[in-house]
């Protein structure tokens, strides 16, 4: 394992080879592509456990020049250290569960090797992007996790909705990727360098105005890619992608590369407390909305992706409260619980075909393991203790305690609705009457054995705290005190039993309620108007723009000039000779005319040269 | 010697592909596919011989006759392109009816003339090889064209011949000023303040039409529509990166300090350009047009980096270049298969095409993200690197590029949305999907794409050189 920890390319490369193998002969690899495609997570998760048991001193990097024009030299390189060991553990538990998972969700699938070649590739990227040693090798890898993102999406390309929302999502993260670009060029003008490791000394010797606009602009890019206000609009209809995607990407890792960013930028934020305050802001006002508007959606998966927006959103308060650390833990056991319990979700559309949480009901006596996977995945994300989200968010809690009391308060509520949302969820899918899935049945073991092993991890990887926190090089003292603990358990509890008993009799609760609360419900299921309101002001506007500039200012001023000016010549010409309009001997004529009055002029006014 | 081939030797095949024309039309394919794989052997020997030589470059003395070729880092990547770009452009009118002899005669003939465009040292033989590139692109699109071919002919002709008309102004005032034709000797020499200041903006106006530079574009989306796929692909794929190389090869260096004071303007046309080509591709229902306007805004990042001038951007301007070079041939390769198909570019009428022909739905998605500057792939480090020096020398202004950037994705995934994916248009559903030929010509320039940005290292390596000395001529670093 040490040596696989030391030749990390490995994790860039095995992927990328399946890929290209998948994609070029997967007609006749068919039976065998899933297992081909779990080389590249087996790549990620041995490498990363390899440095991370290397321990915690133990950096390995490398680079070779990209693009160099005599001293001025693009590098590019890599670099695991235990931050980016640990995300590509994180990466390669994940993607194998979902590979696994994948085999029998996407049984029958034409465009089967297609999605296990994109996972691969998304695989590659994702690593690419977690080992980068400087911003452009980033960035290339986070644009490539975003192409997969697009691609998976829409996997069902010829469903209008798929393909829609395949380039909604590209678009919208690419306008915060601008802003990670404009960041790349500032620091690239101020440092000549593009290396991570640079960014301490040049946070320490720049303004601060110009780290204070890099970290802004590095957030830019983050809130795209992690679906952050007002960039979050993308998430939501991201979930048309097939479900294991949406665990793998959409939950677990490429959303949270934001995160990632932010933290390995680090330097530049310590540097700049006005773009921790942004960013604490932004990161408590998302964590909270979503969570309102995750309580409202009838489809599971939409209430999965309000969630993850919701939670992604507690990541970045622990960051703008200054502690990257507590943010990566959130990270890692929201990885896991996210993961389980968009399976489980992938699990129930499978069984019961459908994902309308209004049809479901009783589905825990058809599909029991589902329904215990999706409980263990639910209680970890209220944040029950001893589950693995009990902890984390708890530290999260704690951070932002420090900095604002009132952003820590705003988090709890946030934490008793995410509470609220759960039990709502799993009451309407698994408990009560069946409704309409009669049908439903347990999923096969290669959907059901990867549940497993997420369900033990959102159940466990809280007691990891220390060693992980330790191995990210927190000196400890992060104890968390009986202050937090009592109200987030409190919210935790309140918020379950709040859930669970409203909608216990009655699946469509919501419609009883008063008129001022359902009309505030109907809002919040359609994310307050925010997004199509964004489409609206943004989508028609810019094609009139792109319209009307065509039709006036490129075809009747720009064009018709030149037009007028060929038209006029020509009418010169006929004038002048009786010549025939347009005729290409003529405006040679013309031309060699010209270029002797023109060098008489030239002539004339170099005189004196 | 080896030089002098690479220009009669296309000539030769066009003299050859001609006559076998007249008795064997069919035959005359063949003709040309032999003549542009074997030039695509002697580029690559070429290559090889500048490359092991210790200068880096390679040259033929016959000055005497006004016959001196060099080739250096600058024209390589530009050279080998149009080797490249050649036998494509073969396979892409293997089908041709109309007279197919002379068809590829004019091609092999184009060929020649830009490969002597690239490979000119001297200031008469780059005039003559400039105009003669002219007269075998007039034809393809005049008479192998579509419906309006003879307007769009015309237009072509009227607005590069006024700005080469221009150019030669400024290259008599160059070799009477400085006494010399050689290209090396003017710069050498050197011009006094006035005159580099005329010459500069005499010779811009040549390049700025070929390039071609905002406002002066619009030739540009009619030459394609109605250009043969084979036209379109040398027109896109290199005459346009004659006008970037001349910028390079001769206005910088000849007249640095006019080229100085020029930059703003520079900069402000190539980033109008950036993001008005975007705005203006988004508009778009004609899908050849869609690409051609799209070239303006690539073409724009050319601008660009020569406005920042500094040794990187100076081949960050190549490796844009020969980026777009690959992905626009590939685009329109792609656009002109769909229409033998189809008979129509009417992007309304298509829609989830990936179902019918997924090989070919497959190529255009590659093209597509290729065209909107994809990390991995061709556009990516040419654009990044342009944006990143464009931000040393001019700050800010680079959040409008940025701007183009974003706009680049929606114009090339609305294309992409609207022809390859969402239900089928059932009009098409017996379309025939790539056949070998096609995968041929298709398969090389994915290859280039793939390799020029994972690697542009391979290009930028060559470039470097040149870059730095010209760079320091404009005493920039």
Redesign the interface.
């Known amino acids: 394992m040490t040596w696989f920890a030391s030749h990390p390319l490995g994790v860039l490369l095995v992927p990328l080879v399946v890929a290209a193998m998948l994609g070029a002969f997967g007609r006749w690899l068919r039976p065998a592509a899933p297992w081909i495609a779990l080389l590249g997570p087996a790549a990620a998760l041995v490498t990363g456990a390899g440095a991370l048991m290397a321990g915690e001193s133990r950096v390995v990097v490398g680079s070779v020049?990209?693009?160099?024009?005599?001293?001025?030299v693009?590098a590019v390189g890599y670099r695991v250290d235990s931050l980016s060991a640990l995300m590509l553990v994180v990466l390669g538990v994940v993607a194998s569960c979902v590979v696994v998972f994948s085999v029998g969700y996407m049984r029958g699938e034409r465009g089967w090797s297609r999605y296990f070649a994109l996972i691969s590739l998304f695989c590659a990227s994702m690593a690419g992007l977690v080992i980068a040693s400087g911003l452009?090798e980033l960035?290339?890898g986070w644009?490539?996790v975003g192409?997969c993102s697009?691609?998976l999406i829409?996997f069902w390309?010829?469903k209008?909705a798929a393909?829609?929302a395949?380039?909604k999502a590209?678009?919208t993260t690419?306008?915060g990727?601008?802003?990670l670009?404009?960041a790349?060029?500032?620091i690239?003008?101020k440092t000549g360098s593009m290396s991570i490791d640079g960014l301490g000394r040049a946070a320490a010797t720049l303004p601060p105005a110009v780290v204070t606009a890099a970290a802004l602009l590095l957030f830019l890019g983050a809130a795209g890619k992690s679906a952050q206000f007002p960039l979050h609009i993308w998430l939501p209809d991201a979930m048309e992608g097939p479900t294991p995607v949406s665990a793998l990407i959409h939950a677990a890792t490429m959303v949270a590369a934001g995160v990632y960013l932010v933290a390995r930028t680090w330097p530049l934020f310590a540097a700049s407390p006005v773009a921790q305050g942004v960013v604490l802001v932004v990161g408590v006002f998302t964590a909270l909305a979503a969570a309102t508007a995750a309580l409202a959606q009838t489809d599971i998966k939409r209430v999965l992706a309000y969630s993850t927006i919701s939670q992604l959103g507690f990541m970045f308060a622990a960051l703008g409260a200054g502690n990257w650390r507590a943010a990566i833990f959130h990270l890692v056991t929201h990885a896991a619980f996210k993961a389980l319990l968009f399976l489980a979700a992938g699990s129930v559309i499978h069984g019961a075909g459908t994902q309308d949480l209004r049809q479901m009901g009783g589905l825990v006596r058809r599909m029991p393991a589902t329904a215990v996977a999706w409980m263990a995945g639910g209680l970890a994300l209220a944040g029950v203790p001893p589950l693995a989200g009990f902890f984390s968010k708890d530290a999260v809690i704690a951070a932002v305690m420090h900095r604002s009391p009132l952003a820590a308060w705003t988090l709890i509520l946030a934490s008793l609705l995410t509470a609220m949302y759960v039990a709502r969820s799993t009451q309407l899918a698994f408990f009560g009457d069946s409704r309409d899935v009669y049908a439903a049945h347990e999923s096969p073991l290669s959907m059901t054995l990867p549940l497993g092993v997420l369900a033990g991890l959102a159940c466990a990887l809280g007691f990891t705290a220390t060693a992980l926190l330790g191995a990210l090089g927190a000196t400890g003292g992060e104890s968390i005190s009986a202050a937090i603990v009592v109200p987030a358990v409190l919210a935790a509890f309140t918020g379950l039993a709040t859930g669970w008993f409203v909608w216990a009799r009655e699946p469509g609760a919501e419609n009883a309620f008063p008129s001022w609360l359902e009309r505030a419900w109907g809002a919040a299921r359609n994310g307050y108007g925010f997004d199509a309101a964004v489409v609206r002001a943004t989508v028609q506007p810019?094609?009139t723009?792109?319209?009307l500039?065509?039709?006036f200012t490129?075809r009747i001023v720009?064009?018709g000039t030149?037009?007028g000016v060929?038209k006029g010549?020509g009418g010169i010409a006929e004038w002048l000779r009786e010549l025939q309009n347009?005729d290409?001997h003529w405006?040679?004529a013309m031309?060699?005319a010209?270029?002797v009055v023109?060098?008489t002029v030239?002539?004339w006014?170099?005189r004196?040269? | 010697m080896l030089l002098t081939t690479l220009i009669t030797f296309p000539f030769a095949g066009a003299l050859a592909s001609w006559l076998t024309g007249r008795w064997a039309p069919r035959a005359a394919r063949v003709v040309a596919l032999t003549v542009a794989l074997a030039e695509a052997g002697l580029v690559v020997s070429a290559l090889l011989a500048a490359s092991g030589a210790a200068s880096g470059s390679l040259t033929t003395g016959l000055t005497g006759i006004g016959w001196p070729l060099r080739l250096d880092g600058l024209a390589s990547p530009l050279v080998a392109l149009t080797g490249l770009l050649g036998i494509v452009a073969v396979l892409a009118s293997w089908r041709v009816r109309k007279r197919p002899g002379a068809h590829f005669a004019m091609l092999l003939a184009l060929q020649g003339a830009v490969t002597a465009v690239f490979l000119a040292a001297d200031l008469l033989l780059f005039y003559v090889a400039w105009e003669a590139v002219l007269i075998p692109m007039?034809f393809l699109i005049g008479v192998w064209g579509h419906e309006k071919r003879r307007h769009a002919a015309?237009?072509f002709?009227?607005?590069t011949?006024?700005g080469s008309?221009?150019m030669?102004?400024g290259l008599?005032?160059v070799i009477?000023?400085t006494g010399t034709t050689s290209i090396a000797g003017a710069i050498k020499t050197g011009?006094?303040a006035?005159?580099g200041t005329?010459v500069f903006w005499?010779l811009a106006a040549g390049f700025a039409v070929k390039i071609p530079v905002w406002?002066?574009?619009?030739?540009l989306p009619d030459a394609h529509v109605e250009a043969p796929t084979a036209g379109s692909i040398m027109l896109a794929g290199i005459l346009l990166k004659m006008g970037g190389y001349g910028f390079i090869r001769l206005g910088l260096p000849v007249a640095p300090a006019a080229a100085r004071a020029a930059a703003p303007v520079l900069a402000t046309l190539g980033i109008i350009a950036i993001v008005?080509g975007a705005?203006?591709a988004?508009?778009?229902t004609d899908l050849k047009r869609l690409v051609a306007y799209s070239s303006v805004a690539h073409m724009g990042f050319v601008v660009l980096a020569i406005s920042i001038g500094?040794?990187?951007a100076l081949?960050?301007a190549v490796?844009v270049m020969v980026a777009h070079g690959l992905t626009s041939a590939l685009l329109f390769l792609l656009v002109g298969m769909l229409h033998d198909r189809t008979h129509t570019r009417d992007i309304a009428r298509f829609g989830?095409l990936?179902?019918v022909v997924p090989g070919w739905g497959t190529a255009l998605?590659f093209g597509l993200?290729a065209s909107l500057g994809?990390?991995?792939l061709a556009g990516?480090?040419g654009e990044?690197?342009s944006?990143?020096e464009?931000?040393?020398a001019w700050?800010w202004w680079?959040?409008v590029v940025?701007?183009g950037?974003?706009l680049a994705?929606?114009y090339n995934?609305?294309a992409?949305?609207r022809v390859?994916?969402?239900?089928?248009a059932e009009e098409w559903s017996d379309m025939r999907d790539l056949d070998p030929r096609e995968v041929a010509a298709i398969v090389p320039l994915a290859i280039g794409i793939v390799v020029l940005g994972v690697w542009?290292?391979l290009v930028?390596?060559a470039?470097?050189p040149v870059?730095?000395a010209i760079a320091k001529t404009l005493g920039g670093?």
């Open positions: 020049p990209w693009i160099a024009v005599g001293d001025r693009l452009v960035f290339i644009e490539l192409v697009f691609l829409g390309y010829d209008p393909a829609d395949a380039r590209f678009l690419r306008v990727d601008a802003g670009l404009l790349m060029a500032l690239w003008t810019l094609m723009l792109a319209t500039t065509y039709a490129d720009i064009d030149a037009e060929s010549a347009g290409v405006y040679g031309t060699a010209g270029v023109l060098l030239v002539v006014l170099t004196g040269a | 007039f015309m237009k002709f009227a607005y011949f006024a008309a221009l030669l102004v008599i005032v009477t000023h011009l006094d006035r005159t005329l005499l406002p002066l574009h619009t030739w008005y705005l203006m988004l508009a778009q500094s040794k990187l081949t960050a490796l989830g990936l179902r998605t993200l994809l990390p991995g990516f480090p990044l690197v944006t990143l464009g931000f040393r700050g680079m959040a940025a701007v950037v974003v994705g929606a995934l609305r992409l949305r390859a994916h969402g239900p089928l542009p290292g930028s390596s470039v470097a870059a730095e670093g």
